[in-house]
């Protein structure tokens, strides 16, 4: 099992940066990736990016260039660092691990499974 909780989130004027945190703890070793979703009122929750562990990631193409998303492994963390925040990325950010399960006499893959944190707001206003 994996827990997760965010934090850094809070209020920025347009144009501005903030750095979510995403600290998780539990069965560390089985995490494969960890990303960030954000989900803002009356709209589904998406996908802003993700993080494999040996560092490979994508992005939200229209967030290319403004987001940055990095992981430290040693300290079970994942970063969102978000720069030139405008209004539209206003939400509710979560953070999710994917833990692979494997079984059976071969140890073969079987499913993914989710773990989400509790979200951080964010809002972007003058």
């Known amino acids: 099992q994996v827990q997760l909780v965010e934090s850094g989130g809070g209020l920025v004027q347009p144009g501005g940066s903030l750095r979510l945190s995403c600290a998780a703890s539990?069965?560390?070793?089985?995490?494969?990736?960890m990303g960030w979703y954000r989900q803002a009122p009356g709209k589904q929750r998406d996908l802003v990016a993700r993080i494999t562990r040996t560092g490979s990631t994508n992005y939200l193409d229209s967030l290319k260039g403004r987001f940055t998303i990095s992981r430290d492994n040693a300290k079970n963390t994942v970063y969102l660092q978000m720069n030139s925040l405008r209004s539209e990325d206003t939400a509710v950010y979560y953070c999710?691990?994917?833990?692979?399960?494997?079984?059976?006499?071969?140890?073969?893959?079987?499913?993914?499974?989710?773990?989400w944190g509790q979200g951080t707001q964010v809002t972007v206003s003058s």
């Open positions: 539990g069965t560390m070793s089985s995490i494969s990736v």
């Open positions: 999710k691990a994917e833990i692979p399960v494997y079984g059976g006499p071969y140890g073969s893959y079987r499913r993914t499974d989710d773990y």
